[in-house]
C-alpha cells in the first residue's frame, strides 16, 4: 500500500497543500511547528477515522475557517483509492472513491497505517486506556466486524450505564438482565477479536524487540483478564459477573465489568513494563509493538501499511536507527525530522521541506 498524494485545505496550519509521496522512504523535514506532524496525523486520519492527538475533530481546522478538508490517493493491492474527510465544527463528511460514505466502518481501514511518535510512550507508561485505544484503532483498520461490534457496544454500555443512575431500584434491578444479554453478547465478540490479535502480536513484538536489543531483553503481550471459550462461553460468563456486580455498579452509577475495563499485560524480562521499564525501555518495547502492527497488517491484509515515523529518530540511539532503517526498507514510510542528514545514514528517499505550513524548495 502506497499513499501517492496528499491535499490539505485549511488542515491545522495547512492552507492549502498538496504532496507527493513515494515509494519507500519519505522524508519531512523542516525546524520545529512548521506542521510536519499536521501531515503524518492527516494520513493517519484518513485510515483510522481518528486522530491521536485530539478528541474533538473541530480543533483540525484552521483557525478562522469553516471547515478542513484532507484527500488522499493511494494504490493498494485492489487497484486506486481516493478518500477524503471533510471536517466542520461540529460534523464530518467522509468520502470514498468520490461516494459518501454514512457509516464510519465503511471508511476506516481502506487505507492503512501505523503511527509511532515520542508521545507513544504513552503505551507503556499509562493507564489502561491507551492500550485500549490502540487495540482499538489497530484491530478495527483490519477488521469492520470488529468495528461495528465496538460502535454497538458503545451505545450498549452508555445505556447500561444511564440506567444504573435511575432512582427507582426495582426498575433498575428489572431492566437490568435485558441489557446484560445484549452486553454480553457483543462485548464476547470484542473479547475474541483482542484475544486473536494479542496471539498474533505477541510473537512478533517479541522478534522485533529481540532485534532492536539485539536479544538484551525479552517481550511478552497478553489482556490482563483470562477468557476461556468461544463467544458464547464468555457470552455467558460475562452475564454471571454482570449479574453479580449489579449492587456495586448501581453504587457507582457505571458498569464495573466488560471489555471497556481491559487492559494489556506487557511484560519486559519478566516485569511488569509499566511500573519496571526505563525511559529507553519502554521507548524500544512501544516500537517493538507498533513495527509487530506492520507485521500483522501485511498479513492480514496481504500488504504492508504505511508507516509513519514522527521525530522518531532524535529519541534512538544511533545503532537503533540503523536498525529501525534496514526494518523499514521494504515499507512506505513517512518520516519527520529536523535534519535529514543526521538520520538517513546514504538511504536514498523523497525528501519534502516545510515552513509556516508550506513546502518550500
Known amino acids: ?11 491545522r496550519n495547512y492552507e492549502d497543500e498538496t504532496f507527493s509521496f513515494e515509494d519507500g522512504l519519505n522524508i519531512l523535514t523542516g525546524r520545529n511547528a512548521q506542521g510536519k506532524t499536521n501531515c503524518v496525523e492527516a494520513v493517519f486520519y484518513l485510515c483510522t477515522g481518528a486522530s491521536l492527538r485530539i478528541r474533538h475533530d473541530r480543533q483540525l481546522i484552521r483557525r ?15 487497484g486506486r483509492i481516493l478518500l477524503e474527510a471533510i471536517i466542520y465544527e461540529n460534523r464530518r463528511e467522509l468520502y470514498l472513491n468520490g461516494n459518501r460514505t454514512t457509516r464510519s466502518v465503511d471508511f ?21 486506556d491507551e492500550r485500549r485505544r490502540f487495540l482499538n484503532l489497530s484491530v478495527s483498520q483490519t477488521s469492520k466486524e470488529y468495528a461495528q461490534a465496538l460502535l454497538r457496544f458503545g ?15 426495582g426498575m433498575v434491578f428489572e431492566t437490568l438482565p435485558v441489557w446484560d444479554e445484549q452486553f454480553a453478547a457483543v462485548a464476547s465478540r470484542i ?10 502480536l505477541s510473537p512478533l513484538a517479541a522478534e522485533a524487540h529481540a532485534f532492536l536489543t539485539d536479544d538484551a531483553e525479552t517481550l511478552s503481550l497478553s ?12 457470552s455467558n460468563r460475562l452475564v454471571r459477573e ?3 456486580c449489579y449492587e456495586r455498579d448501581i453504587r457507582l452509577g457505571f458498569t464495573s465489568v466488560g471489555p471497556h475495563r481491559d487492559d494489556i499485560k ?40 504505511v508507516l509513519i515515523l514522527d521525530d522518531v529518530m532524535s529519541e534512538l540511539d544511533l545503532p537503533r536507527r540503523k536498525k529501525l532503517l534496514s526494518r523499514v526498507k521494504d515499507v512506505q514510510c513517512i518520516l519527520t525530522c529536523t535534519h535529514a542528514e543526521r538520520v538517513l545514514y546514504g538511504a536514498e528517499s523523497n525528501k519534502i521541506r516545510i515552513s509556516g505550513g508550506k513546502i518550500v524548495p
Open 1 to 11: 500500500m502506497v499513499v501517492k498524494k496528499l491535499t490539505l485545505k485549511n488542515f
Open 64 to 78: 478562522g475557517e469553516e471547515r478542513a478538508q484532507i484527500c488522499a490517493e493511494a494504490q493498494t493491492r485492489y
Open 108 to 128: 476506516v481501514g481502506n487505507m492503512k497505517s501505523v503511527f509511532f511518535s515520542p508521545g507513544e510512550l504513552r503505551l507503556i507508561q499509562d493507564g489502561p
Open 155 to 169: 451505545r450498549i454500555l452508555e445505556q447500561r450505564n444511564n440506567l444504573l443512575k435511575e432512582r427507582d431500584a
Open 191 to 200: 473479547i475474541v477479536k483482542r484475544q486473536e490479535y494479542l496471539a498474533k
Open 223 to 234: 489482556l490482563d483478564k483470562t477468557y476461556r471459550g468461544d463467544e458464547g462461553e464468555i
Open 242 to 244: 454482570l449479574s453479580s
Open 266 to 305: 506487557i511484560v519486559l524480562d519478566g516485569a511488569d513494563a509499566r511500573g519496571f521499564s526505563s525511559q529507553g525501555q519502554a521507548r524500544t518495547a512501544a516500537l517493538s509493538m507498533k513495527l509487530a502492527e506492520v507485521e500483522i497488517f501485511r498479513e492480514l491484509s496481504g500488504e504492508a501499511p
